[in-house]
């Protein structure tokens, strides 16, 4: 039996929902939510204007993906990662992300190179219109299609795990204004390499990408400064 339109989802609460997840990533994005901050239902309701279950639902979802974590009993918190820890992931994130650009370098459709000029493009146009937000967002998912472009799922979850670790102490360290993670056309330059087929020049400029991550997060660890949800979801 089909079940009844009162059971299904309108697609206003899920418009609804989808917007207050959006908002608190953004703000993740953005670097407004310190490391170790308590996200509590009531007064992110408030905030955001909308009801404590829409709430509950986004801090659900976003618990589920790796961006928060949730700790019995106490509450909901924005992770905390250490720059020691932050090395050990890129170290990983190097092994693998160079072997991804090679295999790339090596095989790749028309539709891939579709998907990566397309990508790039999309971030040229952010950087253009100084959306950080929007910005941080692509620059995360240029990484995780480069690995989904490999065909491997259990690939492809793996880096964005690693992503989804790092992400929240990158969006703390990084400055108001950046270009492709840690430099201008850093991301134009590796897919320009990759369609050319040049593996060995791919491999050097992922592994020069990252190192300058490490580089910019470690001269710059982020700082836990108070602040509000006002102020943090201020527009």
């Not at 974590?69 to 924005?78: D, S």
């Not at 491999?203 to 006002?230: F, I, N, Y």
Request: proline fraction near 5%; glycine fraction near 6%; charge should be positive.
């Amino acid at each position: 039996m089909a079940p009844s339109a009162t059971t299904r989802p309108k697609k206003g609460d899920v418009a609804a929902d989808a917007a207050v997840y959006d908002a608190i990533r953004r703000a993740m994005h953005r670097g407004r939510l310190a490391p170790g901050m308590k996200l509590q239902e009531p007064a992110l309701a408030r905030v955001l204007k909308v009801s404590r279950e829409r709430v509950r639902k986004a801090l659900h979802r976003l618990v589920h993906e790796g961006w928060l974590t949730a700790v019995p009993n106490r509450g909901t918190f924005v992770p905390s990662l250490t720059v020691d820890e932050m090395r050990e992931i890129y170290e990983v994130r190097s092994m693998l992300e160079a072997a991804i650009v090679r295999r790339l370098s090596a095989e790749h459709s028309a539709v891939g190179a579709r998907r990566l000029r397309s990508h790039v493009a999309a971030e040229r146009a952010a950087t253009r219109s100084n959306d950080r937000g929007r910005l941080f967002a692509l620059s995360g998912d240029f990484h995780i299609l480069l690995a989904e472009l490999c065909s491997n799922e259990e690939l492809t979850k793996l880096v964005r795990s690693l992503l989804t670790r790092s992400t929240m102490h990158f969006s703390l360290a990084a400055p108001e204004r950046f270009h492709n993670c840690a430099g201008p056309h850093e991301h134009g330059d590796i897919v320009a390499a990759i369609l050319e087929r040049k593996a060995e020049k791919a491999s050097k400029l992922m592994l020069a990408h990252l190192d300058g991550l490490v580089a910019l997060q470690s001269a710059r660890p982020p700082v836990s400064s108070p602040t509000t949800l006002e102020r943090a979801f201020g527009d």
